[in-house]
């Protein structure tokens, strides 16, 4: 038994996203209904053109007529799926292995979240009946955890990692400010990101990821068809998911310096894709940024930097819009808030803009060209310890 | 020969300095401390703590003796139509075949428990936990206060001794009704202060002349006196009326009166410095409860005490613990009782504990019994079903580690997430033997805590909902009687 790669078997043609930002105007049903019609424009497909449909949302309703219903889709198999902060990647999973087993010519996957009616600070479950000993900690506080064993693990000076850490906040929001589809849109200062209120350990405000309502889009049909739609498509060359057993919470040995479950699918992912040098055959990276420690450490995970140096990457600028690996050059969730079901196809979002050559100026990256025609986009939910990771690979051309 | 075979006791681990009500209050207060609950300690919780070391302590056997009955007594029951005795006996992982019952509500009860069961027999386990409040100024507030205590009552038993016999145990009953508080109400409310001791005098030198008789001593005997009395006045001028000469502390000026686990408190208090003493077998101490009658116990201490109180560690003994605790605000003790009502996080509180899930992981939430996986020593918290590599299903062994100690190895400190009294310490703390919890902290300021501390398990209540109390386990640091104290100022983090 093993992982199958379905390299170059399945083709993104479409793709939209709505901007991501507090929508006190729209419902959930306004944006799947936006993003869906974003998607379609352009491609001269209805939404009964359109053969299945995988609706990502973790709590915005449940089953597929949560989607089957704002869009009237009529005698369509409609699938609601969630998994955790990968929700979205989690629809555009399940899209394009449908596609690849041939059940399907055209299917969309769809992630909607509309986190901003609930009235509270930050992200919150759905609780589940139990029986009241499970943990109720945030996941600012969860991944808090990660800094000071990085720290102490690879002898870095808490100043320094501080420092990366703005920088993390500062690239991602300076990147962030040239997206019109970005929640925020202003530069920060690292002083201003090291002295903002403190959240849970050493993480400030600056350092979490913010809190918005989105939704995106995908088309997805078979590779050998995707000429029949206008433009340059995405061809899948990896997919990988891992939902972990939880068991780094109760492993002694587990120190909270990285994400275990990050690094099996980078493996899986590479291994799919034939990539050896991820930061040398990758064109950018689309991370999960849903805390500047967590950027740090992925950089690690995801073979982007040595063990140890990321902190010292990143502050050299290798991650910034113009340096080797641009790493979230939309701006990523620091930048977008995380509408758990959307962000993994708004990364995607990005891939699609960039390796198209559709970014704005001001945001296009100078990476992609000859030999480097592929993204990467990195979506986890979860906490360090007992998390699901999501890494998919997408590249102009076919191997 | 019959007695008490062991004991234990909770104070929590704040102090409210009662020059702090007035200013805020307007008045009341007046000198000294009394002990305060946690946000997350309720009567049970504390009843539970001592309970646990009672019955830890009482014994050479490395397995808890397990006694044939089990008496809560509070005057502030967590529940009411359903026994709270019953988490009690979960907490401590008691084996099912015994009776655990209430009794309840007034202080008296936690004393008749004990006087049934010292003429009873077999082995009868009393724990009482209270926390005593009033309104902001009351002398009932400044007075008061919270804590538990626990009794272990048997015959003699070579692996269980007698620590000190009982000689005589008597009672006087007449309705005075000098204090009372309907049911539901947040605060009692009290007669005249000297109406209680004019009413109540007759009673306790009645009861306190027939015990002396039983007994065979006179008053000038009596090596120690304990005297737990509705209030610290009331209890000093009936110990003048007894003719003892010897009078234990009240704690009062430490504690406070608290309530039911009064008198077990005190009484446990004097065995300790008896035991600790140069002569200390052989001495002759009686309990006086008065409140809605009298109520005497005459023990004389045995050979045995001082190995139990030894056993005990000073850590654990009443001064011991008195010496141990950190300052509270008075906010922040409002709040905690609910007099002053916080602005909460604004996250979602949490919703109320599943009865059936709860029912089904009772071992787990109530006793922290996780599993060890007897193939390779790995240790589940929460147990688990199946071997961490997948492999073997229902091979687990039982691992309880409500009494192991363990390591901070990271925490963190969390200002967002929802909490009673935010913010929520956490730490992954690795238990000494194996495994591994990420488990909150408590009984500590956040600057308290650091990767190494070395910490121990305590029962307790996360929160409420639609008023079904959440129990479960916090970790705390373990402190030395010597601990530096951590102040909790208004405001500012606890």
Redesign the interface.
């Known amino acids: 038994m093993a992982t199958h790669s379905l390299r170059d078997r399945v083709a993104i043609v479409a793709m939209g996203c709505t901007p991501f930002v507090e929508h006190w105007d729209k419902g959930l049903d306004d944006l799947a209904v936006d993003a869906v019609s974003d998607c379609l424009e352009g491609t001269g497909l209805t939404t009964a053109d359109i053969d299945a449909y995988w609706l990502g949302t973790a709590q915005g309703g449940m089953s597929g007529i949560t989607l089957a219903r704002p869009l009237q889709l009529v005698d369509k198999p409609v699938t609601r799926v969630e998994n955790y902060c990968a929700t979205g990647s989690e629809a555009l999973r399940q899209a394009v292995y449908a596609v690849a087993a041939g059940a399907y010519d055209v299917a969309m996957a769809v992630g909607v979240e509309k986190v901003k009616d ?5 992200l ?1 479950a759905v ?1 589940v ?5 499970q ?4 996941a ?3 991944f ?2 990660v800094a ?2 990085y720290a ?1 693990r690879y002898g870095v000076d808490p100043a320094e990692l501080r420092a990366a850490m703005a920088r993390v906040a500062t690239k991602n929001h300076a990147n962030g400010a040239r997206n019109p589809r970005a929640q925020f849109r202003r530069e920060v200062s690292a002083e201003q990101v090291c002295n903002a209120p ?4 050493d993480l400030g405000v600056y350092d979490c990821a913010g809190v918005a309502d989105g939704a995106a889009a995908a088309i997805v049909c078979r590779a050998e068809d995707a000429h029949r739609f206008a433009g340059t498509p995405l061809f899948v060359k990896a997919l990988s998911f891992i939902a972990g ?1 939880g ?1 780094g ?4 040995t ?1 120190d ?1 310096t990285t994400f275990p479950e990050v690094a099996a699918t980078a493996r899986d992912a590479y291994a799919q894709a034939d990539i050896t040098d991820p930061a040398g055959q990758l064109a950018m990276a689309e991370v999960h940024d849903c805390f500047t420690i967590t950027e740090l450490v992925l950089a690690e995970d995801l073979g982007f930097s040595a063990r140890g140096t990321a902190w010292r990457d990143l502050l050299d600028g290798r991650f910034d819009l113009d340096g080797d690996l641009p790493v979230n050059p939309d701006g990523g969730l620091k930048s977008f808030g995380h509408p758990v079901g959307a962000s993994g196809l708004r990364m995607l979002f990005e891939a699609w803009l960039q390796l198209r050559g559709e970014a704005p100026p001001e945001r296009q990256i100078a990476t992609v060209g000859p030999g480097r025609t592929r993204a990467l986009t990195h979506n986890l939910g979860g906490y360090p ?1 007992e998390m699901v990771s999501f890494v998919s690979i997408v590249g102009t051309e076919t191997d | 020969m019959r007695g008490i075979t062991s004991w234990g006791t909770c104070l929590p681990h704040w102090r409210l300095d009662r020059t702090a009500i007035a200013p805020v209050a307007g008045g009341g207060g007046g000198r000294g401390t009394r002990a305060v609950a946690g946000f997350d300690q309720d009567a049970v919780c504390l009843a539970v703590e001592a309970a646990r070391i009672a019955l830890a302590s009482g014994t050479s056997t490395p397995q808890p003796r397990q006694p044939d009955a089990l008496l809560f007594a509070t005057t502030a029951p967590p529940l009411a139509d359903h026994t709270n005795a019953t988490v009690v006996h979960a907490a401590c992982g008691l084996a099912p075949d015994l009776t655990a019952v209430d009794l309840g509500s007034s202080v008296r009860s936690a004393v008749g428990g004990l006087v049934v069961a010292l003429r009873g027999s077999g082995a009868t386990l009393v724990a009482a936990g209270d926390v005593r409040g009033g309104r902001a100024g009351s002398a009932e507030e400044a007075g008061g206060g919270d804590a538990g205590a626990a009794i272990v009552v048997a015959d003699d038993d070579p692996s269980s001794p007698v620590v000190a016999e009982v000689l005589a145990t008597a009672s006087a009953t007449a309705e005075v009704l000098d204090r009372w508080r309907v049911p539901g109400e947040p605060h009692s409310r009290t007669w005249d202060e000297r109406f209680t001791e004019v009413a109540l005098r007759p009673l306790v030198l009645d009861a306190w002349e027939r015990a002396l008789a039983t007994a065979g001593v006179t008053p000038d005997a009596v090596d120690l006196l304990v005297v737990d009395a509705p209030t610290a006045r009331a209890g000093a001028a009936l110990a003048r009326a007894t003719g003892a000469t010897r009078v234990a502390d009240d704690l009062a000026a430490t504690v406070g009166v608290s309530g039911a686990a009064h008198a077990m408190l005190s009484l446990a208090n004097a065995l300790e410095d008896l035991g600790a003493g140069d002569d200390p077998a052989g001495r002759v101490v009686a309990l006086v409860h008065a409140g809605d009658g009298a109520d005497v116990v005459v023990l004389r201490t045995t050979a045995a005490l001082p190995g139990h109180v030894a056993a005990l560690g000073a850590g654990r003994t009443v001064v011991g613990q008195v010496a141990a605790g950190a300052p509270v605000a008075y906010g922040r003790y409002l709040s905690w009782r609910g007099v002053l009502d916080v602005e909460p ?4 509180e ?2 109320r ?2 009865s059936p ?2 029912w ?2 009772a071992p ?2 109530y006793a922290f019994v996780g599993s060890r996986d007897p193939d390779t020593g790995r ?4 147990p688990s079903r199946v071997s ?1 590599d ?1 492999l073997r299903t229902d091979t687990m062994e039982p691992a309880p580690l409500a009494s192991a100690t363990g390591t901070v ?11 009673p009294s935010p913010p ?1 310490i ?1 730490a ?1 703390v ?1 238990f000494d033997g ?5 488990v909150e902290l408590c009984d500590l300021a956040p600057d308290e805590v650091a ?1 190494g501390t070395r910490v121990e398990l305590t029962f307790r209540r ?1 929160h409420a909902a639609d008023g079904v109390p ?3 386990w916090k970790a705390r640091p373990v402190r030395g009687a010597t601990a530096p104290d951590a102040s909790v100022p208004d405001g500012e983090d606890a």
């Open positions: 609930s009235g509270y600070q930050g919150n609780p009946p139990g029986d009241g000993t943990r109720t900690l945030t600012a506080a969860m808090s955890m000071p064993a102490r403190v959240v849970a350990g057993n068991g919470l109760g492993d002694p587990y909270y310890g | 996080p604004r996250r979602p949490p919703q504990v599943s899930a709860a089904r992981a787990w939430k240790v589940h918290l929460p961490a997948g190895a990271t925490f963190t400190v969390d200002r967002v997430a929802y909490s929520i956490f992954v690795d194996g495994g591994r919890f990420p990767i996360l959440n129990y479960f």
